[in-house]
């Protein structure tokens, strides 16, 4: 079964610190998605990484993939409170044109 | 800035009834996608349309399901006899391409739907 996970589902962290937020999935992709969503939002494209080893990076986020061992990470650089949303990654299997989210994962980033 | 728009923003219904969600991609979009999200729950990815024809659909979009393209602004998504457990928030999204930033989906705001 095609699994995309995400841990932790909830962080709760102070602002000026820095975390990581993983994804793992479980099929052959080399295209994943970052995206944002606030509470009663849409969704907010984030990132777009298209190879194996690609970073991106906005502002205080910076995200990587690395396709051979199945995972991307959302590193948060000195939180502000303004990033406190929840964060989803997706991925598309190789041959396909189905994004598979992931289970998100609740940021709050206390003042 | 061009953005993806949703109509109606609410939607209730009646168990059994049809419901049709509107959408307007953005104009120079060629790929199209419908996701549903239950409420504190993960997106799910219900079906993607490309060149007029669905490209991929998820286990979830059944025969009840169907989406059409009537004209070269509105995608559609129609459920034909809904089920309670079809209450979810119903997004559109689109995309320019296949390639760099082209990949980047924008999704409308949203169509909620509650089945009575």
């Known amino acids: 079964e095609l699994k995309v996970e995400q841990n932790p589902l909830f962080l709760s962290m102070q602002e000026g610190k820095n975390y990581t937020i993983y994804c793992n999935y479980s099929?052959?992709?080399?295209?994943l998605y970052w995206y944002r969503q606030d509470p009663g939002k849409s969704l907010e494209s984030l990132f777009v990484?298209?190879?194996?080893?690609a970073v991106k990076q906005e502002g205080r986020l910076m995200a990587s993939l690395d396709t051979k061992a199945r995972l991307s990470t959302l590193h948060i650089t000195a939180a502000v409170h303004d990033l406190s949303a929840t964060y989803f990654c997706a991925v598309v299997p190789s041959g396909t044109y189905k994004y598979i989210f992931g289970t998100g994962t609740r940021l709050k980033v206390l003042a | 800035e061009p953005e993806v728009t949703q109509t109606p923003s609410h939607q209730v219904t009646q168990m059994g009834q049809e419901v049709i969600l509107r959408c307007v991609p953005i104009s120079n979009h060629l790929y199209f996608y419908w996701y549903r999200q239950i409420l504190g729950q993960k997106v799910e990815f219900l079906v993607s349309?490309?060149?007029?024809?669905?490209?991929?659909k998820s286990e979830i979009f059944d025969d009840q399901f169907s989406v059409e393209r009537p004209d070269g602004s509105n995608f559609t998504l129609k459920i034909r006899s809904t089920k309670l457990e079809d209450s979810a928030m119903y997004f559109c999204?689109?995309?320019?391409?296949?390639?760099?930033?082209?990949?980047?989906?924008?999704f409308g705001p949203g169509t909620r739907l509650l089945v009575l």
């Open positions: 099929t052959t992709s080399d295209r």
């Open positions: 990484l298209l190879s194996n080893g």
């Open positions: 349309f490309y060149n007029n024809e669905i490209s991929e």
């Open positions: 999204a689109s995309k320019e391409g296949l390639a760099g930033i082209q990949e980047t989906q924008y």
